[in-house]
């Protein structure tokens, strides 16, 4: 699992803070779901459906048991978000998705919008209302919320890194959360990749193997596209640079649908932790422009950088959503106590 603590510079502190600005509707109730950055579109992903599986998953048949027992059923309260670490906050307009399901009399005020970056003990939202709601809903934003922020981060950190080449995410990510692992990465400043097998054809190894060669493979997704008339992003998976001469070849004899050549496991990792991207330069340099290209594999945050050096356009990286550290948030309704325990044990 990749950290992300020690690549915060005081610089990357500096930039954030300076660009943080109030939500444009600062006090809202849970109705009024403000999005700052929209999350991608799907033809057949229900948000709201997938908000009612996890309540239901953590309410059971009984609901909240110790809520019930606890609780008098009438209290109103507050209760403040807080970071319990530094990074970029995301899911701020899922949680008000959440709260509404929940309960649309509850108001909720942001002092940070998706995107923005928070430190270590900031107050950065607050929930007010029938305190039995706002308890059930609680672990639900904030398991969402965690994750969310936690992909935004990394993110933040490997687009910067990347430029000027384009961070992508991949379909490595949890089941069921697609989208909003996806809509993460957008909040942390990253493009998306394709959604999933029906939006952007990808020829990769196993196709390539199956179809008897990789000129075999693209022949047949030009004629299968120009048969059921569908117009739609190609990739090819290369992983030599022979591959690589084979599909330039091919285009330059043929019309192709054609878009974007992926360079797999073209960075070569070195005994000393750096890498070498000879490899991957020569193939761009063969390429010459002619597509957009992609570089995958052994990208991290120590390699992105000379990556994104080499003159690719985009680097793909699974790690986004398929092992990210989730950034601590909490919610309290008694914040200076929980303050207090946080600066005890370092978290605040």
Not at 48 to 74: M, S, Y
Not at 133 to 152: H, P, T, Y
Not at 226 to 234: A, G
Not at 281 to 286: R, T, V
């Amino acid at each position: 699992m990749i950290s992300v603590s020690r690549f915060l510079s005081p610089q990357f502190y500096a930039i954030q803070r300076s660009s943080v600005k109030m939500s444009a509707s600062a006090t809202q109730t849970a109705g009024e779901v403000s999005m700052a950055i929209k999350p991608p579109s799907h033809p057949t992903y229900d948000l709201k459906a997938v908000i009612k599986l996890a309540l239901a998953e953590d309410a059971g048949h009984t609901g909240d048991v110790t809520c019930l027992a606890t609780i008098p059923f009438d209290l109103e309260v507050e209760a403040y978000f807080l970071a319990k670490e530094d990074g970029i906050v995301a899911g701020i307009a899922l949680a008000d998705m959440i709260f509404e399901q929940v309960d649309p009399s509850l108001k909720i005020e942001w002092m940070r919008k998706d995107g923005d970056y928070v430190h270590k003990g900031l107050k950065f939202g607050k929930v007010s209302g029938n305190a039995h709601k706002i308890v059930v809903a609680e672990r639900v934003v904030l398991n969402f919320m965690q994750r969310m922020s936690g992909i935004a981060t990394l993110t933040k950190l490997m687009a910067d890194a990347a430029s000027p080449a384009c961070i992508l995410e991949t379909r490595k990510t949890a089941p069921g959360l697609r989208l909003v692992d996806k809509w993460a990465v957008l909040i942390g400043g990253g493009r998306n990749h394709r959604m999933g097998l029906f939006d952007m054809v990808m020829i990769k190894d196993n196709h390539i193997s199956a179809a008897g060669g990789i000129v075999n493979a693209i022949k047949s997704v030009d004629e299968y596209l120009k048969q059921k008339n569908l117009e739609m992003d190609v990739e090819v998976e290369t992983r030599t640079l022979e591959e690589v001469k084979e599909v330039l070849e091919y285009v330059s004899v043929s019309e192709t649908r054609l878009t974007r050549i992926m360079l797999d496991n073209m960075v070569v990792p070195l005994e000393n932790g750096d890498v070498d991207v000879t490899m991957l330069k020569d193939a761009i340099e063969l390429i010459n422009g002619k597509f957009e290209t992609e570089a995958s594999g052994n990208v991290t945050l120590e390699t992105v950088h000379k990556i994104g050096q080499s003159g690719v356009t985009f680097i793909s990286s699974g790690a986004l959503t398929h092992s990210v550290k989730a950034l601590d948030i909490s919610l309290k309704i008694d914040t200076e106590l929980a303050l207090e325990v946080g600066r005890r044990t370092k978290r605040a």
